[in-house]
């Protein structure tokens, strides 16, 4: 049997080779599926041998859960347009053109599949909306500091609202998701946030206690 080949192209150490990793990683969900994904063929692809993918990662699933948390965690920028209305098109349409393009459709298949039960796939999920929320706080942070949304806004719960619709057309309902989507769900979250529902409401002390 002829033995396996060292890769020809070695793409060096540290941040390069993580970045290859992930690159081919990525590329692997979308060509051939989280199922038939392996770390072999991720390593050929990166350039890579197959025992430095296993001595990083340990195994398959940490691996993509790395790469998916990677990649989601710098494809949606945080803008800075000067009113709060522009900022969140800006943040709804950037999620749309994420979440619609070929990797983004890989992403959403692994993570909403019997594989996202994974500890690594479970884990990377949370850490990708986590990071996405804290990353596109100071939008809604700035908005209230400039008096356009109400003091006390809670940057996560509109953020939540704002990517809902998204992620229902996506996942559940099969609906075109397109600007148009982004545009209306912007609307959405911001009328709703003006009415100050994302305002916590404090429970009153009254003479007898909280009530």
Known sequence: MESERSPARPV???????????????????????????????????????????????????????????????????????AVETDLRALARALVKSLTSPTGQAILAAMSTGAARLPELAAARHHVFQDRFARAAPVITRAVERG???????????????????????????????????????????????AGAFVPVLEEEGSGGRR
């Open 12 to 82: 060096g150490r540290g941040a390069k080779v993580r970045a290859a990793v992930h690159a081919a990683a990525l590329a692997e969900l979308v060509d051939k599926g989280y199922a038939a994904l392996t770390v072999e063929a991720v390593a050929q692809r990166a350039g890579v041998h197959k025992t430095t993918v296993y001595r990083r990662w340990g195994d398959r699933d940490a691996l993509i859960g790395d790469a998916l948390a990677g990649h989601m965690a710098l494809d949606i920028p945080s803008p800075d347009t000067g």
């Open 148 to 194: 356009e949304l109400p003091v006390g806004t809670d940057p996560v719960a509109l953020l939540q609202t704002l990517a809902a619709p998204v992620y229902l057309r996506l996942l559940l309902t099969g609906d075109p998701v397109d600007e148009a989507t982004a545009d209306q769900a912007a609307r959405v979250a911001l009328a709703a946030a003006l």
